[in-house]
């Protein structure tokens, strides 16, 4: 492919997994404390929050199910 064709959605994503299993450990672990980090500020990781997860989906025609 030369290097001034567009890449396809493929291309792309697989250029993409090449590039993130090329990267150290090190990197890696880094990356995703960041990221939970990130998650923990914006308060996504509260726990009322991951509680809500938790809760089972209100049956069919349960009244709380109303629009």
Known sequence: ???????????????QLRQWTA???????????????????????RPERLALRDEPDPPCGDPRDQP
């Not at 890449?7 to 250029?15: A, I, K």
């Not at 990267?23 to 990781?45: H, N, P």
């Open 1 to 15: 492919m030369a290097g001034d064709e567009p890449m396809d959605f493929e291309s792309l994503e697989r250029l």
């Open 23 to 45: 990267l150290s450990t090190a990197a890696k672990v880094d990356f995703f404390e960041e990221m939970i980090q990130l998650a923990y500020s914006s308060g996504a990781l």
